[in-house]
């Protein structure tokens, strides 16, 4: 008995020892070490941004946890919607219905716009027949009586190889996917149901780079992070093909696929403070990590006009 | 002696409760899968739903065929099946007439190993080792495709198969070995002429049990498979099975109520009927050839 009182005194004795060292960390100069889970969910285009940002974050603030779900813009309003997370990545502005759901259960929100998309059309590199595309052909493709009647790339244009059309595209929770549609077909959710669909758009990516015939379209960025794996398709809107670049988002010339990109925060929310630090942060380094992530960054005056605004809303409390 | 009994009663009671909640449970699960599917096929017709060729109810045109599901899920099934009846029965056969003792105990836990390995890993290994492998033999496999995905599924279920015919071939008495290589037959010959016969009930029920796990299986088909409803035997091109489609509009952001909410649950209902077949077809023929050795 003597032998098992001494074990479990040493186990008693170092287990207090080692549980008095959680809050050990030292203070450096005067930034206060904050803790906290911050939930974040929504697009797949905006997921590389908030991710980088995340983890430059983690860097200054290593005990606040920062969670980040793909379920697509519509997926993750929903969550914004139920308050079952902070913030909200949008690649398509708040929908009527959505604000509805959240006036219903109270939740006010920030809206901040990151960085701008050109939204890619991507092809497989040894599809040596597709240099370009027009705006035309992509809503042939795409809209959907195209369902189960357009499955030849000899149908799109002639000249193109008789050979099947493999689709592959985000799922219908994606904004990347309504912002598409909106401005390819016409109606937003409107598009044929007979391709690959998939919120996630590394599955997308894995796809067309596994088939020749493959064609499909997501943010930017996932094609700069796969370039070598992937083929970009200049986008012809009438002035002829463009393809989309810094430049040509910014000012427009990559039409009709460039489009701003979105962080929604919870009000309430941003009373936490590892919420309103992580959000000032955000907007404080986009500028740099937007263009390393591959998207285009906004003017300097429009990040620091929004710094304000919420530096502004934050004080007031 | 009256708390005695009383004791006893309660015991029994506990007891009887215990299996209760696994009655109530399944029979709740049913009652959910068939009042949502009950309003589902209040506003599509079971006609349209079994006959339709095309699955599409998130997207404009909305088409409401099982078929196209139902076809992916029966090609990865049948691909797994493929793979793993004749390596699961001869591993059993193997391991029960042919190997040593020693290499008995160093392949039976490799093949627990096996049935423990998690079925996302499996996933990706199809999507990352298998697709390449096969896209080198036959280059117009697409990155995403059925067979890629029913090979690593009959990987993952061959211990399904080899245990159990392993454990029925044991029991078949000795006297038929005996019987047989008296009569001058070779081990080959007893093995799968005399042996795999009289245990024909119990392989059958292993296999029964295979194809259910595999027609369940999710991950490693919305990994490998890909995410498009296809009514094809093409094991080549992209499907979607009707686990796949549940976990991705699970994900999603369909509304509760909706009617592409309720799809979720006939969608259920359909695989729930498919299993409950199987399971009757097993036990039906379990009873009819089970033979009773004295």
Request: charged letters at 20%; hydrophobic letters at 45%.
């Amino acid at each position: 008995m003597k032998i098992q009182n001494y074990y479990i005194m040493v186990l008693v004795v170092s287990s207090i020892i080692l549980g008095c060292n959680n809050n050990g960390k030292t203070k450096e100069s005067n930034i206060e070490k904050l803790n906290g889970t911050i939930k974040i969910d929504g697009s797949s285009t905006i997921y590389p941004i908030t991710e980088a940002v995340a983890e430059e974050y983690r860097v200054s603030q290593p005990e606040v946890k920062v969670t980040i779900g793909v379920s697509g813009t519509g997926g993750g309003f929903k969550k914004f919607g139920r308050n079952e997370v902070e913030i909200c990545n949008a690649s398509r502005p708040i929908k009527q219905s959505e604000i509805d759901v959240c006036k219903e259960n109270k939740i006010e929100y920030f809206d901040f716009s990151v960085a701008y998309d050109g939204l890619a059309v991507i092809v497989n590199p040894q599809n040596d027949w597709a240099q370009n595309i027009t705006v035309a052909e992509l809503k042939m493709i795409w809209e959907p009586s195209a369902q189960q009647k357009i499955t030849k790339w000899s149908q799109v244009r002639k000249g193109w190889p008789d050979a099947p059309l493999h689709l592959f595209g985000p799922g219908t929770a994606s904004g990347t996917y309504d912002y598409f549609t909106e401005a390819i077909v016409g109606k937003a959710g409107s598009s044929r149901g007979d391709f690959t669909a998939s919120e996630d758009d590394n599955v997308l990516v894995q796809g067309i780079e596994g088939d020749k015939y493959g064609l499909g379209f997501f943010g930017l960025a996932y094609y700069e992070e796969n370039k070598a794996k992937l083929k970009i398709v200049a986008v012809d809107n009438g002035k002829g093909p463009i393809f989309p670049s810094a430049a040509t988002a910014k000012d427009g010339t990559y039409a009709p696929l460039s489009r701003p990109l979105f962080i929604y925060i919870n009000k309430e929310a941003l009373n936490k403070p590892e919420v309103a630090d992580f959000a000032k942060f955000y907007l404080e380094n986009a500028p740099s990590l937007v263009g390393e992530v591959g998207y285009v960054p906004l003017s300097t005056e429009e990040y620091t006009a929004q710094l304000e605004k919420l530096k502004a809303d934050l004080t007031h409390k | 002696m009256f708390t005695r009994k009383f004791k006893e009663l309660i015991i029994e009671r506990a007891l009887l409760l215990s299996a209760l909640i696994t009655i109530l449970t399944t029979i709740g699960i049913i009652w959910v899968l068939l009042s949502e599917s009950f309003a589902f096929f209040k506003v599509v017709s079971l006609w349209d739903f079994l006959t339709d060729t095309e699955w599409t109810p998130l997207f404009t045109q909305k088409h409401y065929g099982i078929l196209s599901l139902v076809s992916g899920t029966v090609l990865t099934t049948g691909i797994a099946i493929l793979v793993a009846v004749p390596s699961g029965l001869t591993i059993a056969v193997y391991l029960n007439e042919y190997s040593t003792k020693k290499m008995r105990n160093i392949v039976k836990p490799l093949l627990e190993i096996l049935a423990a390995i998690p079925s996302i890993v499996y996933g990706f290994f199809a999507l990352i080792v298998i697709t390449p492998v096969l896209q080198y033999f036959f280059p117009e496999v697409s990155g995403f495709n059925a067979l890629s995905a029913g090979i690593v599924m009959g990987i993952m279920i061959i211990p399904f198969i080899s245990s159990l015919s392993e454990d029925v071939l044991n029991a078949v008495p000795n006297s038929l070995r005996e019987a047989s290589y008296g009569m001058g037959a070779t081990k080959f010959q007893t093995s799968f002429r005399v042996l795999v016969p009289a245990a024909s009930s119990g392989i059958i029920a292993s296999i029964i049990l295979a194809i259910s796990r595999a027609i369940g299986e999710t991950m490693i088909v919305a990994i490998a498979a890909g995410q498009q409803p296809n009514l094809t035997l093409n094991p080549t091109v992209p499907i979607e099975t009707i686990t796949a489609y549940i976990v991705q509009v699970s994900l999603g952001d369909v509304p509760q109520g909706s009617l592409e909410y309720k799809t979720i649950f006939a969608a259920g209902l359909t695989l729930f009927v498919f299993t409950f077949i199987l399971n009757n077809i097993s036990f039906w023929v379990n009873k009819k050839f089970k033979q009773q050795y004295v």
